[in-house]
């Protein structure tokens, strides 16, 4: 009998299934999955990268003498648009995350893609905003300090998301796929982690970078 309970111990041991974590040990410190926790690790680097970022635009800021400034050529009501359509994206993030912890998998791959598509517009904002700063405004990359740190700055979070935008896709590929089943949500919830992040990091970005200038 005792031989008997064993295969059920183990697997209670784990909690494979109860937590929705599919084939994933929870076997570190913390008992997290390892990917969730992976996931956090690479999330504080980037704090940490983002933030020398900012910091060096703050420390140039003001040290340019030449024109154009930040006053000249942003447009918050243009940046505002874009900053709720980012926004917006993580409440339909967590949507998707939330449906696929209740096994509505069909709503979850419908907020996957609303998702990835207002990253989209976000990115096209982004790149609106760039070149009209650059062909209209005369801000090149190497016009002056300010400029060469604000698009190494705002060009990096572009790039985030952009990537954020591949891996939605991806998820929901491997979701339609049956590569992903509805009782393993860490996947669609690991990359929600990251969505979420260059959300709050562009708010950041938003707040000192942008208002701050009017």
């Given amino acids: 009998m005792a031989d008997a309970a064993l295969p059920h111990d183990h697997h209670d041991a784990h909690g494979h299934d109860d937590h929705g974590h599919g084939h994933l040990v929870e076997n570190n410190f913390l008992g997290l999955p390892n990917l969730k926790l992976a996931m956090w690790a690479f999330l504080g680097s980037e704090c940490m990268f983002f933030g020398s970022l900012i910091a060096v635009y703050f420390f140039y800021h003001g040290l340019s003498i030449d024109g154009p400034l930040p006053a000249d050529v942003f447009s918050v009501t243009v940046t505002s648009i874009s900053t709720f359509v980012l926004l917006a994206s993580s409440f339909t993030?967590?949507?998707?995350?939330?449906?696929?912890?209740?096994?509505?998998?069909?709503?979850?791959?419908?907020?996957?893609?609303?998702?990835?598509?207002?990253?989209?517009?976000?990115?096209?904002?982004?790149?609106?905003?760039?070149?009209?700063?650059?062909?209209?405004?005369?801000?090149?990359?190497?016009?002056?300090l300010f400029a060469s740190s604000?698009?190494?700055?705002?060009?990096?979070?572009?790039?985030?998301?952009?990537?954020?935008?591949?891996?939605?896709?991806?998820?929901?590929?491997?979701?339609?796929?049956?590569?992903?089943?509805?009782?393993?949500?860490?996947?669609?919830?690991?990359?929600?982690?990251?969505?979420?992040?260059?959300?709050?990091?562009?708010?950041?970005?938003?707040?000192f970078v942008y208002l701050l200038e009017f």
Wanted: aromatic share 18%; no cysteine; hydrophobic share 55%.
């Fill in 93 to 144: 993030m967590a949507m998707a995350v939330d449906n696929m912890k209740t096994g509505k998998v069909q709503a979850a791959k419908l907020f996957l893609l609303s998702t990835a598509f207002l990253g989209l517009i976000f990115v096209g904002f982004q790149v609106y905003e760039f070149q009209h700063f650059w062909l209209d405004k005369g801000l090149a990359l190497q016009t002056s």
């Fill in 150 to 207: 604000f698009y190494v700055m705002t060009g990096t979070h572009g790039t985030h998301v952009t990537v954020g935008i591949i891996w939605l896709l991806m998820v929901w590929s491997f979701i339609h796929r049956g590569k992903i089943k509805a009782g393993n949500y860490l996947p669609v919830e690991v990359a929600g982690l990251y969505w979420h992040f260059v959300d709050i990091v562009w708010i950041i970005i938003f707040t």
